[in-house]
């Protein structure tokens, strides 16, 4: 079932990960090809998705968003797909987050209308990128300011293109990456934007809170953007032809910013947005550390059991076995992200036709060093594995897996293809 709101392209030519498809196939198709991963009609390496994993997902945290009131505009830079956005959206997100101004074109082209760009936008070209989407009245856009530089610039180009910008205050911490650091910069801040009242439209306060150690230090400076935003109500900063924007929360700690947030009130509407990302595939890394604390401590979480599931794989073969105790998989760097640690076998499987079920892989497989194209694998002896078996491979950090795909395949619990996901990246 393919489930984006806008026409199909073709596949690329590129085709990896992908079978040997019709000429002229679109991604509307692949569903009908009648594809299955153990069938082999598929090319390895390739990136796949278990759509009831992300079904589950979806669920889960739009569940938990509504627990506490609050809004999702997950961040779409971890997958980069606006077939997965329109998901997203169809399941209750309030909008789209992403990261600049090609992103925000890109969504914007496959149907997304509502977006916060939680950075800020610096250059003529990216600014021209975004006046032209704002001539659409339907489309809504927030982008952030951390500096007088910046809001000048912006006041001055959104004055000579007749456009009112909206945008929020960026807090940060020292060490950090952007976002004012005392209420020094911010009443600098806030200075600047009054010099634009026809050019700029000052919505809320905008954080990310990844950037801190521990929980006790995520709280205060929660808390810390709570108080500003509360200023800027009591000061009549904000604007008034529309509700006022709290947003915060990455993947690892969305659980603290929704209980820290949630209820706030500063006597106008106020939209309390939460914008993690990497929910929807998870993984068995970085994030599920997070999900077991956030399972373990936060009563919602609890309420809503299972958690998050990791539904992202990388599936390869086995390429050669050219010594004892080393298999070489036809797995590299071009393939799965290895920045926060190495893929992980999960299951393997034999092909041909009185092929068994796939099964668990052996615990003590692991990967020790990945090339660009290669992956080194320890295995013992007397291990059933031979070249040509299929492995697929759990992953850590989603971001910087979709990055290296342009589909990835979903595929329900036979392993039949039933949707591509494009990425535009």
Same mark, same amino acid.
């Given at each position: 079932? $393919?489930?984006?709101?806008?026409?199909? *392209?073709?596949?690329?030519? =590129?085709?990896?990960?992908?079978?040997?498809?019709?000429?002229?196939?679109?991604?509307?198709?692949?569903?009908?090809?009648?594809?299955?991963?153990?069938?082999?009609?598929?090319?390895?390496?390739?990136? +796949?998705?278990?759509?009831?994993? +992300?079904?589950?997902?979806?669920?889960?945290?739009?569940?938990?968003?509504?627990?506490?009131?609050?809004?999702?505009?997950? $961040?779409?830079?971890?997958?980069?797909?606006?077939?997965?956005?329109?998901?997203?959206?169809?399941?209750?997100?309030?909008?789209?987050?992403?990261?600049?101004?090609?992103?925000?074109?890109?969504?914007? $082209?496959?149907?997304?209308?509502?977006?916060?760009?939680?950075?800020?936008?610096? #250059?003529?070209? =990216?600014?021209?990128?975004?006046?032209?989407?704002?001539?659409?009245?339907?489309?809504?856009?927030?982008?952030?300011?951390?500096?007088?530089?910046?809001?000048?610039?912006?006041?001055?180009?959104?004055?000579?293109? #007749?456009?009112?910008?909206?945008?929020?205050?960026?807090?940060?911490?020292?060490?950090?990456?952007?976002?004012?650091?005392?209420?020094?910069?911010?009443?600098?801040?806030?200075?600047?934007?009054?010099?634009?009242?026809?050019?700029?439209?000052?919505?809320?306060?905008? +954080?990310?809170?990844?950037?801190?150690?521990?929980?006790?230090?995520?709280?205060?400076?929660?808390?810390?953007?709570?108080?500003?935003?509360?200023?800027?109500?009591?000061? $009549?900063?904000?604007?008034?032809?529309?509700?006022? &924007?709290?947003?915060?929360?990455?993947?690892?700690?969305?659980?603290?910013?929704?209980?820290?947030?949630?209820?706030? =009130?500063?006597?106008?509407?106020?939209?309390?947005?939460?914008?993690?990302?990497?929910?929807?595939?998870?993984? !068995?890394?970085?994030?599920? *550390?997070?999900?077991?604390?956030?399972?373990?401590?936060?009563? @919602?979480?609890?309420?809503?059991?299972?958690?998050?599931?990791?539904?992202?794989?990388?599936?390869?073969?086995?390429? *050669?076995?050219?010594?004892?105790?080393?298999? &070489?998989?036809?797995?590299?760097?071009?393939?799965?992200?290895?920045?926060?640690?190495?893929?992980?076998?999960?299951?393997?499987?034999?092909?041909?036709?009185?092929?068994?079920?796939?099964?668990?892989?052996?615990?003590?497989?692991?990967?020790?060093?990945?090339?660009? %194209?290669?992956?080194?694998?320890?295995?013992?002896?007397?291990?059933? &594995? %031979?070249?040509?078996?299929?492995?697929?491979?759990?992953?850590?950090?989603?971001?910087?897996?979709?990055?290296?795909?342009?589909?990835?395949?979903? !595929?329900?619990?036979?392993?039949?293809?039933?949707? @591509?996901?494009?990425?535009?990246?």
């Amino acid at each position: 079932m $393919h489930t984006s709101a806008f026409p199909p *392209s073709l596949l690329d030519v =590129n085709g990896k990960g992908l079978g040997a498809f019709p000429p002229a196939c679109t991604t509307a198709q692949i569903g009908d090809l009648g594809w299955n991963l153990l069938a082999e009609d598929v090319s390895l390496p390739v990136a +796949v998705l278990d759509e009831t994993r +992300v079904a589950h997902n979806l669920q889960w945290m739009q569940a938990f968003m509504a627990a506490y009131g609050v809004k999702l505009a997950p $961040h779409g830079k971890t997958t980069m797909s606006p077939a997965l956005f329109q998901r997203q959206l169809a399941g209750g997100a309030w909008g789209i987050t992403l990261a600049n101004a090609p992103q925000v074109r890109a969504a914007y $082209h496959h149907g997304v209308r509502r977006i916060i760009m939680a950075n800020q936008l610096v #250059g003529r070209a =990216n600014m021209a990128i975004i006046a032209e989407l704002l001539s659409d009245p339907d489309f809504t856009f927030y982008c952030c300011v951390d500096s007088a530089a910046n809001v000048a610039a912006l006041g001055a180009y959104f004055a000579e293109q #007749g456009l009112r910008l909206p945008i929020l205050i960026e807090l940060g911490v020292p060490g950090g990456r952007n976002g004012v650091r005392n209420d020094a910069q911010l009443r600098t801040v806030l200075e600047a934007i009054a010099e634009w009242p026809e050019a700029l439209a000052l919505a809320g306060i905008e +954080v990310y809170e990844g950037v801190l150690p521990d929980e006790a230090s995520i709280r205060l400076f929660l808390q810390r953007a709570v108080g500003a935003l509360k200023l800027l109500a009591a000061e $009549h900063r904000l604007r008034t032809d529309g509700p006022a &924007i709290l947003t915060g929360a990455g993947s690892a700690w969305f659980d603290i910013v929704a209980e820290e947030f949630s209820g706030v =009130n500063i006597g106008s509407p106020l939209d309390i947005v939460l914008r993690p990302g990497c929910y929807l595939s998870h993984d !068995v890394g970085i994030y599920r *550390s997070s999900a077991e604390r956030i399972n373990t401590h936060n009563p @919602v979480a609890r309420e809503h059991a299972p958690g998050l599931l990791p539904a992202l794989q990388v599936w390869a073969y086995v390429q *050669s076995i050219p010594e004892p105790g080393r298999a &070489i998989i036809a797995l590299g760097k071009r393939d799965a992200a290895f920045d926060a640690g190495l893929p992980s076998p999960a299951t393997t499987f034999r092909p041909g036709g009185d092929a068994a079920a796939p099964r668990k892989a052996p615990a003590h497989w692991v990967l020790t060093a990945m090339m660009d %194209q290669h992956a080194f694998m320890s295995i013992e002896s007397n291990d059933d &594995i %031979q070249v040509g078996d299929m492995i697929a491979f759990d992953i850590s950090h989603p971001c910087l897996t979709f990055d290296k795909w342009r589909q990835v395949l979903l !595929v329900d619990e036979h392993y039949r293809v039933t949707d @591509v996901a494009e990425t535009f990246f």
